[in-house]
């Protein structure tokens, strides 16, 4: 169960208290219906899926209930940063 | 006529005496989620200091997010409308019960489910966290006893979980 | 190829075993083939085996990282079957069962196929019409599974706890006889042993680190850390790491990567005649020939390649075991491992062509890619060899991410109302 | 010394015997025995037989290491454990343990037939054979393996013992309670750290329990530690498993060394965060291998000294040793000091240490330098060994009644492997040792490498001038792993460790490799021609020793599997007797059976009380969200397909959910309280998905909206008051809302109160007659809903469950998510066109809807079904098709998702999605099931009062 440091609470709680939500930074676009079929299969399915560094999404679910961005490496596991949704990609 | 009709808790109103813990079921309170994108929005309506680091909790509000309060009132206390302001304010007194832990074994009781390092929570902190797979809020109200909040429908499992523990 | 069999067994024991051939030589990559997979697990190796056997393409390398079946093919729990829902999964899946039937005697050799039926539980009143609704068109697609009461469940499975009072009371199952389990290990050797006496070269601790193509963009060869190697025809079958590839070839793919464990107890005499699965309480379980229960866990919620999962994970899925099978708490549990699963939207494979020319791909087995094995490697050399999909591959293209012609068989089991 | 047990000596207490079973024989031991040490000392060396070849087999260990001695424990019904190490196993008055993998006995075993046949049986034999004929394959050779195979009998009854779980958190983990953990403990001790210290043994001092001159410090230090308020003590506690960020997974046995079993759990699962973490869990020693190593009577040096020291039981009265390492010699001087009888000193070194020979020549004990033992007489128990002197090959016999291996010593890594710490190899060691930490961690003592057992030579296996392809040397006791197997495996072409031990499964046993896997790396190299880091090492994985479920899953037994919601008004349904059905998390009443009622009949009863007059239904299951703020009608704009700003408070609105693929997700009426305050309602299972799903645009793509989302499900009880009496009923109970039907319209929402309770009064119905839905807090539902109950008497008011009310909507034609819809579903597959909202430039899923395929032609549309035989209800899940007549597979064009038998109409009706089904409207289709196909033709859904005039009073 690995512990991570949630940016609201500012400070690090099980994993449990979380839900992960899928890959970061990728916005939901303005006009939907003016993507084409292929920007928003990109925007629905496509994913970085990385080995090594990787942008992911938590949510604070049993704790402060916010969702919240982190840098993680999937192959350690290891997370290098974590930050409010809304902050600059790191 | 409400007082006619019978209030049914989801747990046993006779608390659980065990070696060294006490559980029992607080009396009804009022209970409120506060939003707002800023603590002074809820100060104007409630013209009280609401705490802003998430965790704490002062005049029965406690911070649990970084735009979410949740209060709790005696029962019977009035509550000042918001309607129009960028504030929300729901009503959420029923959904939940309190369990109250009390005694020197309180937090090992709680530990036996809760993943939190107890003896970095201190008193009056309070947090939405889970036991086991259940959400509750837990609330240190002094050294050795705690309020868990806990909504309805799970409080009857919460309760065995508990007590089972509180047993061995 | 030394052949196998009893005969073969006995004339080397007078001899002390002292002069069986390797059973596979340990190639060193030549300049090029006509072919090459990316990946040697089941479903790399059976591709290079149908390559050569079905399509007389024997110029073929076969190029794992590590040692060949060490990846998913030798940490899944073996369940095989094939009473999916959708007429695509039903076929595909169907395809791979009928050839796993009589596997060990094309092969020659014995991967342990054990037709013991996989039985899957219905809980409350939506798993019972979700698995009448398999059933249903399992019959009328000429896939054999039957409805069980919980009594005719239990008579299968006696450690079936039926008690009405359970919290996920048995409702009934639906029974795959034709389903079962295959010795793991066995599948990929045995592909590996046939495949190398058709002329196909298997390379291991040989890793892709570049897909080289030409200027049009066809696939000319790959970059390996044992030196480039040249082929038009490139099949990746490389499980959790398919993205990692892909992106070699500059291709963005609709997968995640997720942890997957598995444990076995200790072995213990025969007590489990078949693989139980439930859906709803989130275990399955089978017993081993060796004696172990060898139980699936769920993945972990998070991205990773670490092939390292959670205690909490596990504490869930044995939690969920002794409630469906009592009798089995105070067995122990003896190993835990963890298998990277590669996941698509729809949790259904990509199995086919790829924008690249020459770049083939088949991923995205999730978590039930080993029963798939032998049809997975069959159709993916098909697709290679014709340059087109086979008809029971072609609906598991990438472009159904695209159009929105999804084959959805968790969806389709729907959510509880 | 009587029998083995020695005079004096050993910690257990004399005092206290304790009478035991074995196998029906009764014997003594004492108060601190292990049943090893017990059986021992009675002279039993015969433990077990081996997995494959069923040879007879003693000790090899004194600890979890033990491969051979495994046993089965019988405490009565349901308490039956197999495969338990004798080892591990403190004996108690009554105890009852017995052998394994036996038949008829374990002295005389017909299993042992393999053992003959073991030429035949080489690594893999399964893979080169029984194929043919085909068909025995299923029928006769599996079942043969199956049965040959497995150690204990699997228990046949449910475990009646409890286990429990906890979380823990210190600053300083210790595992291993030897000298190594107990000085680390001792040195942070008086540091205010939260301090836990761990070991497997029944008592602390590890190692030093065999050593009686470091016993005086030994109790100092337990006295000192179990003294310090901010240490913590934990014994019979096995740190299996290191997980992510120094969280470990501890199982601590707290009732099997009772003899009474008491009303407390039989284990504790702990699962700790420590900031730090010490790993003090010592090395463990290697067998040598030669022919006929695992005669029983061979066992490891150290355990001899351990049987000695610890337990005061010699394992033979004329000791010889086979070492390879100067421990084995320290072992013997100190065994002549306990006054245990000695042989001999055979080591395969040329020379050693003269400090060893010298105190060797002082206690007369006859020394054999570059020999080794190249044969063990005797079956059942060491009768005597050859040795050959590799000088002049010459082969001599020495009598001994047990014989000693001490091939060296190998670190237990297996937890800092766990935790992804990397290892490096030590030649001088031959042992693989921790190198980089991954967490903060650090190996101290003997499991990192530091020992001063002395130094040792590091062989593959002794030389003999026998034929090695003819006799078995072991390497992995338990599963009957030779050193002809390995080198086998590497003939046949398997190079990867991995492979060499898949393919002879050496290591893979209870005892996962602890003595095996270093000699077969050392035997795999020589093969090989490699040294061995270039061969590599297997993972080690948890559990460090296997674990019993029961504890992993703690104390979710039974009840505490998993929470059952249930409603304030479930306990009414109890008490009446209704029957249940779990949904999602809840449980729900499905329907009220009368006396001798089935579900048909009390169905029927309940759908046309709902018709004729009135029925009452518990609702509160359903989803609630609170929808607060300036921005709450443009946010729910953004999310449901429909439009929501011009909604006038005090009416409802239907609401469609779409996920971002455009498919349904959810459903719902919700109802506008105030310009900015809605009540949102979900499906039952929904609601937390809901919930997420609507937290995480908010969030994340729309954080301008000053909206906020508030969980009030389980605020409100709600009752569903169904059928033209339903507001004769409400009248006199309500205060403050006028019930006519011009002021209180279908779809709207007025607050006031009911009995005196504050009341959220919906006027909606998914039952298509009058109807109320009323939200109460949860606490006054039971009490509102006897008040319904008694003032509905006069209408015959009925309550009605789940069952009927599936009937009802049905007849109205409302889906139910999840059932008519799964999750590949459209508004325009499921005939929802009115809900979406044209003109709106978007809302979540609206750019998905035209996307190829979802435009196309032929997708699954929602229909009904009226069977030609009205009789005839279909079954939910059955396939459509157009021909009947075509050969399988058939071609489907759809299937029924609901189906019930409608008491109202007299008749049976269905729904099913069907490819192109709206325009198929009159069609015939057919529905093949076994022995008998059904036709039907499309009709709409709207089965019952298609006008919806009985809304309207």
């Keep these: 169960m690995i512990l991570i440091h949630c940016p609201y609470c500012d400070e690090k709680r099980p994993e449990i208290e979380f839900a992960n939500a899928g890959q970061a930074h990728i916005a939901r676009p303005l006009d939907p219906s003016g993507q084409t079929d292929a920007e928003w299969e990109a925007y629905l399915f496509i994913r970085a899926n990385p080995r090594g560094r990787h942008h992911e999404r938590w949510r604070h679910v049993h704790g402060c209930g916010r969702f919240f961005n982190a840098v993680r490496d999937t192959v350690t596991d290891k997370f290098e940063a974590t930050y409010k949704a809304g902050e600059p990609r790191r | 006529m409400s007082d006619a009709l019978i209030r049914h808790e989801p747990v046993s109103e006779t608390p659980c005496v065990a070696h060294g813990v006490r559980i029992s079921l607080a009396p009804p309170m009022q209970r409120y989620t506060l939003r707002a994108r800023y603590a002074q929005d809820l100060e104007r309506v409630f013209k009280v200091k609401i705490p802003s680091k998430i965790g704490a909790s002062e005049g029965g509000i406690m911070c649990l997010g970084p735009d979410e309060w949740y209060l709790r009132r005696q029962a019977g206390a009035t509550i000042p409308t918001s309607e129009g302001l960028p504030v929300a304010v729901a009503d959420v007194s029923e959904r939940s019960i309190c369990l109250v832990i009390e005694g020197p074994r309180a937090a090992e009781i709680l530990m036996s489910g809760c993943p939190l390092d107890l003896d970095q929570f201190a008193v009056g902190r309070a947090t939405r966290t889970i036991y086991e797979t259940v959400e509750i809020i837990l609330i240190r109200e002094a050294e050795d006893r705690f309020h868990v909040e806990v909504w309805r429908s799970f409080a009857a499992w919460l309760w065995m979980a508990m007590t089972t523990a509180a047993r061995h | ?417 | 010394m009587t029998g083995f047990r020695l005079e004096t000596g050993g910690r257990v207490d004399r005092s206290q015997p304790v009478r035991f079973h074995f196998d029906g024989k009764t014997f003594q031991g004492f108060a601190g025995d292990s049943l090893a040490s017990a059986l021992l000392a009675n002279g039993v060396m015969l433990f077990g037989r081996s997995f494959k070849y069923h040879r007879p087999r003693g000790l090899v260990a004194a600890g979890s290491e033990e491969p051979n001695a495994l046993i089965s424990v019988n405490r009565g019904l349901g308490r039956f454990t197999p495969n338990l190490r004798a080892t591990g196993v403190e004996i108690h008055n009554g105890l009852k343990a017995f052998s394994q993998n036996r038949w008829p006995s374990l002295e005389m075993d017909f299993g042992a037939i393999n053992d003959r046949l073991g030429m035949f049986l080489p690594a893999g034999f399964y893979n080169k054979t029984f194929m043919w004929p085909r068909s025995f394959w299923d029928k006769v050779y599996e079942p043969a393996i199956r049965k040959m195979a497995g150690l204990g009998d699997a228990p046949t009854a449910e475990d009646p013992d409890v286990y429990a779980s906890t979380y823990a958190h210190c600053d300083l983990l210790i595992i291993g309670a030897g000298p190594a953990g107990i000085d680390a403990a001792l040195g942070s001790m008086d540091s205010n750290k939260r301090i836990i210290l761990m070991d497997e043994q029944d008592e602390l001092g590890g190692g030093a329990l065999a050593d009686p001159s470091l016993w005086p410090w030994l109790e100092r230090s337990v006295k000192a530690l179990s003294d310090a308020p901010n240490v913590t003590i934990l014994t019979r506690t096995t740190a299996f498993g290191y997980y992510h960020d120094n969280f470990i997974g501890a199982v601590q046995r707290l009732i099997d060394h009772l003899p009474e079993i008491e009303d407390m759990p039989r284990e504790k699962l702990w699962r700790i965060r420590a900031d730090e973490v010490v790993l003090a869990q010592g090395a463990i020693e290697r067998p040598i291998v030669f022919g006929g190593n695992d005669t029983p009577g061979v066992m490891l040096s150290s355990a001899a000294k351990v049987y000695a020291n610890r337990f005061g039981v010699a394992v033979g009265k004329a000791l010889a040793l086979m070492a390879s390492h100067d421990s084995g010699w320290h072992d013997m001087f100190a065994l002549a000091k306990a006054g245990v009888g000695i042989s001999a000193i055979i080591d395969v070194r040329e020379s050693v240490d003269s400090a060893l020979m010298h105190e060797a020549d002082r206690l007369g004990i006859t020394v054999y330098l570059n020999h080794g033992v190249v044969g063990v007489n005797g079956r059942h128990g060491v009768r005597s060994v050859d040795i050959c002197d590799y000088g002049n090959q010459q082969v001599r016999r020495i009598d001994t009644d047990a014989l000693l291996m001490a091939g060296g010593w190998t670190p237990s890594v297996h937890l800092w492997s766990h935790s992804k710490g990397s290892l490096k190899w030590r030649d001088d060691l031959g042992a693989y040792v921790p190198d980089q930490p991954n967490e903060n961690v650090v190996c101290v003592g003997g499991c990192s490498g530091d020992w001063d057992f002395g130094k040792g030579a590091i062989i593959d296996m002794l030389p003999t001038p026998k034929d090695q392809s003819r006799i078995k040397a072991f390497v992995d006791f338990q599963n009957d792993v030779t050193a002809k197997d390995i080198k086998l495996a590497v003939r046949e072409g398997f190079r990867s460790i991995e492979h060499i031990k898949r393919y002879t499964t050496n290591g893979m046993a209870t005892d996962q490799g602890k003595t095996s896997n270093l000699n077969g790396l050392q035997i795999a190299s020589s093969a090989l021609n490699q040294p061995v880091p270039d061969i590599g090492l297997t993972s080690f994985r948890p559990p460090y020793t296997p674990q019993t479920f029961g504890a992993l899953a703690g104390h979710a037994k039974g009840a505490l599997f998993q929470p059952t919601r249930t409603t304030n008004i479930d306990s009414w349904a109890q008490a009446h007797g209704a029957v249940f059905e779990l949904v999602a998390q809840w449980r729900r009443a499905r329907y009220f059976p009368k006396p001798n009622e089935n579900m048909h009949a009390a169905v029927n009863r309940e759908c046309i009380a709902v018709r004729s007059s009135l029925g009452i239904f518990d609702a509160s299951t359903l989803g609630k969200i609170e929808v607060v703020g300036p921005d709450a009608a443009e946010f729910l704009n953004r999310m449901y397909t429909n439009p929501w700003k011009a909604l006038e408070p005090g009416r409802c609105r239907y609401g469609l959910l779409l996920k971002e693929d455009g498919f349904i997700t959810d459903d719902g009426v919700s109802a506008r309280l105030a310009h900015d305050r809605f009540h949102l309602t979900t499906t039952t299972g929904g609601a937390a998905r809901v919930l997420n799903m609507m937290e995480d645009y908010l969030q994340t793509e729309w954080p301008d909206l000053d909206v906020w989302l508030t969980s009030t499900t389980e605020q409100y009880a709600v009752i569903a008051l169904q059928g033209p009496n339903a507001r004769k009923v409400l009248e006199p109970l309500v205060e403050g809302i006028d019930l006519s039907a011009e002021a209180f319209p279908h779809m709207a929402i007025r607050e006031g109160r009911i009995c005196g309770i504050e009341t959220r009064l919906f006027r909606v119905s998914f039952t298509g007659e009058l109807g109320f839905e009323i939200n109460v807090p949860t606490a006054y539902g039971r009490a509102v809903w006897e008040q319904l109950m008694a003032q509905g008497a006069q209408y015959d008011i009925t309550p009605y469950g789940t069952e009927a009310m599936h009937v009802l909507r049905a007849e109205k034609g409302f889906i139910i998510v999840g059932q008519d819809t799964d999750g590949t579903i459209t508004p325009f597959d499921a005939g929802l066109d009115w809900a979406v909202g044209k003109k709106k430039p978007d809302f979540v899923g609206k750019r998905s809807m035209a996307r190829p395929d979802i435009v196309a032609p032929g997708r699954k549309q929602l229909v009904g079904l009226l069977t030609d035989d009205p009789h005839i209800v279909l079954q939910e899940g059955a396939q459509i098709v157009a021909d009947p007549n075509q050969p399988i597979p058939m071609t489907m064009i759809g299937h029924v998702t609901s189906s019930y038998w409608s008491e109202t109409l007299g008749r049976s009706i269905a729904m099913a999605l069907v490819a192109g089904g709206h325009d198929m409207t009159g069609d015939t289709l057919h529905i093949p099931m076994p022995g008998k196909t059904h036709t039907a033709k499309v009709s709409g859904v709207v089965f019952y009062d298609p006008k919806g005039a009985r809304l309207n009073v």
């Design chain 3, 1 to 417: 190829m030394t052949r196998f069999s009893a005969f073969s067994l006995f004339a080397k024991a007078l001899s002390g075993h002292q002069n069986w051939p390797e059973q596979w030589p340990d190639a060193a990559p030549k300049p090029a083939y006509d072919a090459i997979i990316v990946g040697g697990g089941g479903h790399g190796l059976g591709a290079a085996y149908y390559l050569a056997k079905k399509y007389g393409i024997t110029n073929v390398a076969v190029l794992e990282k590590g040692w060949i079946g060490g990846g998913n093919t030798g940490r899944n729990t073996t369940i095989i079957r094939s009473n999916y829902l959708y007429d695509e999964s039903a076929h595909l899946y169907d395809h791979a069962v009928k050839l796993w039937d009589g596997l060990s005697q094309e092969l020659n050799y014995n991967i342990m196929f054990s037709k013991r039926g996989v039985m899957m539980l219905a809980h409350n009143v939506h798993d019972v019409q979700s698995l009448q609704r398999h059933i249903n068109a399992n019959r009328l697609n000429g896939v054999d599974n039957e409805w069980l009461t919980p009594e005719q469940a239990k008579a299968y499975c006696p450690p079936l706890n039926i008690s009405p009072d359970a919290r996920h009371p048995v409702l009934g199952a639906a029974l795959q006889r034709r389903g079962g389990t295959a010795r793991h290990d066995s599948v990929a050797w045995g592909y590996a042993r046939a495949a190398a006496a058709l002329g196909v070269d298997i390379i291991q601790n040989c890793a892709v680190t570049g897909i080289r193509r030409d200027a049009n963009g066809a696939v000319e060869g790959v970059e390996t850390t044992r030196g480039y190697i040249a082929s038009k025809r490139v099949g990746v079958s490389a499980a959790g790491n398919t993205s990692v590839i892909m992106h070699m070839a500059g291709l963005d793919f609709p997968l995640e990567s997720y942890p997957l464990q598995a444990l076995v107890s200790e072995p213990i005499k025969p007590t489990f005649p078949c693989v139980v699965m439930s859906n709803t309480v989130h275990a399955y379980m089978s017993q081993s020939d060796k004696g172990e229960l060898v139980i699936g866990a769920g993945t972990d919620q998070y991205v990773s390649y670490s092939q390292r999962g959670a205690l909490h994970i596990v504490e869930h899925t044995l939690a969920a075991i002794c409630e469906i099978f009592p009798i089995y708490r105070r067995m122990r549990m003896l190993r835990t491992w963890g298998g990277i699963v590669d996941v698509t939207p729809d949790r259904s494979p990509i199995l086919g062509k790829t924008p690249v020319k020459g770049l083939y791909v088949n991923c995205g087995w999730g978590t039930g890619g080993f029963k798939a094995t032998p049809g997975a490697g069959d159709l993916l050399a098909y697709t290679m060899a014709k340059d087109e999909p086979h008809y029971i591959n072609a609906p598991f293209n990438l472009d159904r991410f695209r159009n929105g012609r999804l084959i959805d068989e968790a969806a389709a089991a729907a959510v509880a109302h």
